[in-house]
């Protein structure tokens, strides 16, 4: 497997720091907690660091290079099934839909966790329970992230697990 590409240090320390602090807060950090709120700040500043970097960075990180498509993400996996090739550098079209549907989940995720301890949002059971659904469904979207990663570097034989380490 080869992979000449790496993303740069700004892209690889936020998705660590996202990915680490998630996992935390989902597995260990008891619910409620100082550290889950935390953890849940320093995620949401990371993937705000992210995307703003996103919007000056001249690179495969510029956000405008990677829009999400549905359309274009389908025909990527024909293309990738068919001549099991991936010739995009950074996000190809299926990953950037899966980028863009994970930042909307920890975005929506942190808010509504933020809102909980807000005085207007108190003690709301119906938010509370719609901070629980989008951690699920954060967690099945990395899920399929990471199996997708490893799928994907199988088939075509591109690293692409490598571009994201140090």
Same mark, same amino acid.
């Given at each position: 497997?080869?992979?000449?590409?790496?993303?740069?240090?700004?892209?690889?320390?936020?998705?660590?720091?996202?990915?680490? %602090?998630?996992?935390?807060?989902?597995?260990? %950090?008891?619910?409620?907690?100082?550290?889950?709120?935390?953890?849940?700040?320093?995620?949401?500043?990371?993937?705000? +660091?992210?995307?703003?970097?996103?919007?000056?960075?001249?690179?495969?990180?510029?956000?405008?290079?990677? %829009?999400?498509?549905?359309?274009?993400?389908?025909?990527?996996?024909?293309?990738?099934?068919?001549?099991?090739?991936?010739?995009? %550098?950074?996000?190809?079209?299926?990953?950037?839909?899966?980028?863009?549907?994970?930042?909307?989940? +920890?975005?929506?995720?942190?808010?509504?966790?933020?809102?909980?301890?807000?005085?207007?949002?108190?003690?709301?059971?119906?938010?509370?329970?719609?901070?629980?659904?989008?951690?699920?469904?954060?967690? +099945?979207?990395?899920?399929?992230?990471?199996?997708?990663?490893?799928?994907?570097?199988?088939?075509?034989?591109?690293?692409?697990?490598?571009?994201?380490?140090?």
């Amino acid at each position: 497997m080869t992979n000449t590409f790496k993303w740069d240090w700004v892209v690889r320390a936020t998705h660590w720091m996202v990915a680490l %602090l998630f996992f935390a807060n989902f597995f260990a %950090l008891e619910e409620g907690s100082d550290l889950h709120k935390w953890a849940g700040y320093l995620i949401l500043l990371s993937v705000g +660091i992210r995307l703003l970097w996103g919007l000056v960075v001249q690179s495969p990180a510029r956000l405008s290079r990677f %829009l999400p498509s549905p359309l274009a993400a389908v025909s990527h996996l024909k293309e990738v099934l068919s001549e099991r090739q991936d010739r995009h %550098l950074g996000h190809n079209p299926a990953g950037a839909v899966m980028i863009w549907l994970l930042w909307g989940l +920890i975005i929506a995720t942190a808010v509504s966790g933020w809102l909980m301890g807000s005085d207007m949002f108190w003690g709301e059971e119906w938010l509370e329970e719609t901070h629980e659904v989008f951690a699920n469904l954060t967690f +099945i979207a990395v899920a399929v992230h990471l199996s997708a990663v490893i799928l994907m570097s199988k088939w075509n034989r591109k690293n692409y697990i490598q571009s994201m380490l140090p």
